[in-house]
Each structure stands twice: as C-alpha cells, then as structure tokens.
C-alpha cells in the first residue's frame, strides 16, 4: 500500500513540473491568454478534485481521482454532481481493492466506448448512497426505472451494483448500504 502512495506522489509531481512547464512555455512566447485559460483549466480539475474529497472517504477519493485524471490525459471530458456533503460511513473502506478494481474496469469499459465523456453522479436516495457513472447523463434519467436495470453479482456485501445499457450507452450505479440497511 505505501509503494503505491509513493508512486502516486511520484506521478503527482511529475504531472506538476509539466503543468508548470507548459505555463512557462506560454509565457516565454508571450501567449498570456493561453497560460491563463491552462491555469482555469487546472484550477477547475483541482475543484473537481476537492470536491470528491470533501466526501470524507480519502480511499474512495483516491479510486475516483485516479479514474478522472485517465480520463483526462486521454482528453475525455468529466463532468460531475455532487448532491451529498459527505458519506456516512467510509464505504471503500471494506473490501477496498475489489471496489477499487471494479470502479477501474467501468471507468475502462467506457473509456473504450470513445464516446469521450463521462458523467459521475453521487446522490442519495430511499436506497442509499449512490454513485452513478455513464458515458451519457441523460442515462441517469432511467434511475426510476431500476428494477429493469441488471443487478450484478459482485459478492461484496455493503454493495449493491446494476447496469443498464442500450446502443453505445452504459451506465453504472452503484448502492451502497450501510450495515443498518443491509
């Protein structure tokens, strides 16, 4: 686990000095406006980032940053809606590495899609906490209609996980159930 902090901090810096690099670039041909739109576009990533850590679930966070910066470097665009000031309970704590790799493979099955846009939505509702991810927000629209999405078997007891996807358009929702709900 800490080898995997110290790669982290490792690429963090590295992503820095290239940011960095860039502003200093744009300066040094005098292209002002185009350092200043890089520094916007940075600070809106970083608020982005913030936002999810505002959740109070450093391993959750950590799962979800990594996927959003992927995406990213490979020029998808992210959008993201957070309705929830924080979890109420820590809900990567337990099982982290199945729930971290499941969120990976998602984030990679749209990827693939090269519909280059994400949306991520966590809310709460009459079954918990939520996480949706989609290629397309309009997908979110079909929440109502859960009990037509695939239920799938994950064997992690504070998880519930359903699919729905038509054409090009997949979306995740993941429940997650506290033990009072279970």
């Known amino acids: 686990?800490?080898?995997?902090y110290i790669t982290l901090f490792r690429k963090q810096r590295h992503d820095f000095m290239n940011d960095l690099q860039v502003?200093?670039?744009?300066?040094q041909m005098?292209?002002?406006q185009s350092a200043?739109?890089?520094?916007?576009?940075?600070?809106?990533?970083n608020e982005i980032i913030s936002d999810i850590y505002k959740l109070q679930d450093n391993q959750f966070s950590l799962c979800i940053e990594s996927n959003i910066k992927k995406l990213w470097a490979n020029e998808v665009k992210v959008e993201i809606n957070i309705e929830i000031s924080n979890f109420k309970n820590k809900i990567f704590e337990n099982e982290y590495d199945k729930k971290s790799n499941l969120v990976n493979?998602?984030?990679?099955?749209?990827q693939e899609t090269n519909q280059n846009f994400v949306y991520i939505?966590?809310?709460?509702?009459?079954?918990g906490e939520n996480l949706?991810?989609?290629?397309?927000?309009?997908?979110?629209?079909e929440m109502s209609w859960i009990d037509e999405?695939?239920?799938?078997?994950?064997?992690?007891?504070d998880l519930r996980l359903y699919k729905c996807n038509f054409d090009n358009n997949i979306a995740y929702r993941f429940i997650f159930q506290s033990n009072s709900i279970k």
């Open 1 to 4: 686990e800490l080898e995997g």
């Open 23 to 27: 502003i200093y670039g744009n300066l």
């Open 30 to 32: 005098k292209r002002t």
């Open 36 to 45: 200043l739109e890089y520094i916007d576009k940075l600070s809106k990533e």
């Open 105 to 110: 493979t998602i984030f990679m099955e749209l």
């Open 121 to 127: 939505y966590i809310f709460e509702d009459e079954l």
């Open 132 to 141: 949706l991810i989609t290629n397309n927000e309009s997908m979110s629209d």
């Open 149 to 157: 999405w695939q239920q799938i078997d994950i064997e992690i007891d």
